[in-house]
């Protein structure tokens, strides 16, 4: 917090001079000396809510437009599941409200068996082929393809052909358990 108040005086400058007022001219409509304007602009002097509130009157702005707290780190590091063969990375911080993944699927001769929970999935294959169980429908979808589908309707996936098959698949909680429950002991978590 005490970064984000030293930066009130910077801010409070800049809403001046985009006014194109001078100091003078802000100090004399909040009834205050240039000095003391001036030594709060400059972070001489703290700023209290007494010297503020005149001064945001005046400009227009709310204190809080001065008090701009930082995002926080935007980067996702969380640890990559290794389940079944997969290898499952999270794009999306934990408690997101979207559960994103980067999924590999492993060459395999045959598909995993059909699964069936509530909600929906979307995917995007990244590279290689990945098969679609889907009900009675059996398909194939390349690079660059995509795909929505009702989780309720039985399903499995795999990579189709010898090579690995990279997907981005966005599930609702229900979803994301399924798909990242690790099912035993020995399974491996590792950093990402």
Request: net charge positive.
């Amino acid at each position: 917090m005490q970064q984000e108040l030293a930066q009130v005086g910077a801010r409070l400058r800049a809403m001046r001079r985009s006014r194109g007022w001078t100091l003078e001219e802000l100090a004399e409509r909040a009834g205050m000396s240039a000095s003391t304007l001036s030594r709060l602009e400059s972070g001489k002097r703290q700023a209290s809510l007494e010297l503020l509130l005149p001064l945001t009157r005046q400009l227009g702005i709310r204190i809080d437009d001065l008090v701009v707290v930082e995002a926080p780190d935007p980067r996702v590091r969380r640890p990559v599941i290794r389940r079944d063969g997969l290898v499952i990375a999270p794009l999306a911080p934990e408690g997101s409200a979207v559960h994103t993944y980067k999924i590999t699927y492993p060459p395999a001769r045959s598909l995993p068996e059909l699964r069936v929970h509530e909600g929906y999935e979307w995917l995007y294959v990244l590279s290689g082929r990945l098969r679609l169980r889907l009900g009675e429908q059996d398909i194939v979808l390349a690079r660059g393809e995509a795909a929505e589908f009702d989780t309720r309707t039985p399903h499995a996936m795999s990579a189709a052909g010898g090579k690995p098959a990279q997907v981005i698949s966005i599930f609702n909680d229900d979803g994301m358990r399924m798909h990242t429950h690790v099912a035993h002991e020995g399974a491996q978590s590792a950093g990402g």
